[in-house]
Nanobody, 122 residues
Framework: QVQLVESGGDLVQPGGSLRLSCVAS????????MGWYRQAPGKQRELVAT???????SYADSVKGRFTISRDNAKNTVYLQMNSLKPEDTAVYYC????????????????WGQGTQVTVSS
């Protein structure tokens, strides 16, 4: 019931920056937590950062001080500003959203985007 579309992935040199965006659309009452995850080749998907509807954030230790998650509730959009990128940040980045529907019953669901590729290489 919620579709997530990510954008902003690219090839960037080490030390560079990128800004990812994820727009949510569809039928829902509210969007609660939103987050970014990533999956590198041969590795499990891992949490990068999350943000609640109230703006509280959390980060993986590996990205603290370099990445910043933010959201625009009016636009149902979450962003990930990535600075000082390293080759080990190379991965497909996925957006996740937990949203609430009221019909036919009050229930929370989770949805994933299709992913956007971030490659950090010289």
């Amino acid at each position: 019931q919620v579709q997530l579309v990510e954008s902003g992935g690219d090839l960037v040199q080490p030390g560079g920056s990128l800004r990812l965006s994820c727009v949510a659309s569809g039928s829902f009452f509210s969007i609660n937590a939103m987050g970014w995850y990533r999956q590198a080749p041969g590795k499990q998907r891992e949490l990068v950062a999350t943000i609640t509807s109230g703006g509280s954030t959390s980060y993986a230790d590996s990205v603290k001080g370099r990445f910043t998650i933010s959201r625009d509730n009016a636009k149902n959009t979450v962003y990930l500003q990535m600075n000082s990128l390293k080759p080990e940040d190379t991965a497909v980045y996925y957006c996740n959203a937990r949203y609430l529907v009221l019909v036919p019953t009050r229930r929370e669901y989770a949805s994933w985007g299709q992913g956007t590729q971030v490659t950090v290489s010289s």
